[in-house]
T-cell receptor, first 116, second 115 residues
Framework: AQSVTQLGSHVSVSEGALVLLRCNYS??????LFWYVQYPNQGLQLLLK??????LVKGINGFEAEFKKSETSFHLTKPSAHMSDAAEYFC??????????????FGKGITLSVRP | KAGVTQTPRYLIKTRGQQVTLSCSPI?????VSWYQQTPGQGLQFLFE???????NKGNFPGRFSGRQFSNSRSEMNVSTLELGDSALYLC??????????????FGPGTRLTVL
């Protein structure tokens, strides 16, 4: 079964600093990977997804992630943090074993704080 | 295009009661999935419906059930509520092209509190 691991539960950066949120996956087949963001009292919003078309994936709000098969990683980065980036971020892998992406397995999530 | 809507947004119930949550997917989306989010267990997959049929099911007791209607709207039901059922219940819809990896679009969730 596929799984994802997000190291650490909380990351704090200064405004304008690099954001790096780590995600490692476990999958017996090439995975489909996703990053979602959740703002307080809201649902999840897709930031970006990896579907094997390109290893460097660009998403919304200036975020991007690089798929590294050798490291089984899909880390999320943003060159310059903004106060509005403060939220909880989830890495997820789809259960492609069933032939559909209807079941997502999520990591525990990382809370990003941005200091002025 | 309107997003995924969930009703109600907030719900308070007592132990032993049952509850029904509703989800309207994005127009044209045929797959609806449900997730439970709690501080302790995080986001966990409940089940997924496509064309009124349950295709996938997570590891939850039989007290949790769902259904999908012909217009793709979905409901989930929790019977004999327990304190541990207090959670944010998220619904997600997707096109299900069966060719590309579908994106799941999430609704704002229903916050269920069991007293």
């Amino acid at each position: 079964a596929q799984s994802v691991t997000q190291l650490g539960s909380h990351v704090s950066v200064s405004e304008g600093a690099l954001v790096l949120l780590r995600c490692n996956y476990s999958s017996s087949v090439p995975p489909y990977l996703f990053w979602y963001v959740q703002y307080p009292n809201q649902g999840l919003q897709l930031l970006l997804k990896y579907t094997s078309a390109a290893t460097l994936v660009k998403g919304i709000n200036g975020f991007e992630a690089e798929f590294k098969k050798s490291e089984t990683s899909f880390h999320l980065t943003k060159p310059s943090a903004h106060m509005s980036d403060a939220a909880e971020y989830f890495c997820a892998v789809s259960d492609i074993g069933t032939g559909a992406n209807s079941k997502l397995t999520f990591g525990k999530g990382i809370t990003l704080s941005v200091r002025p | 295009k309107a997003g995924v809507t969930q009703t109600p947004r907030y719900l308070i119930k007592t132990r032993g009661q049952q509850v029904t949550l509703s989800c309207s997917p994005i127009s044209g989306h045929r797959s609806v999935s449900w997730y439970q989010q709690t501080p302790g267990q995080g986001l966990q997959f409940l089940f997924e419906y496509f064309s009124e049929t349950q295709r996938n099911k997570g590891n939850f007791p039989g007290r949790f059930s769902g259904r999908q209607f012909s217009n793709s709207r979905s409901e989930m039901n929790v019977s004999t509520l327990e304190l541990g059922d207090s959670a944010l219940y998220l619904c997600a819809s997707s096109l299900f092209t069966a060719v590309l990896s579908d994106t799941q679009y999430f609704g704002p969730g229903t916050r269920l509190t069991v007293l």
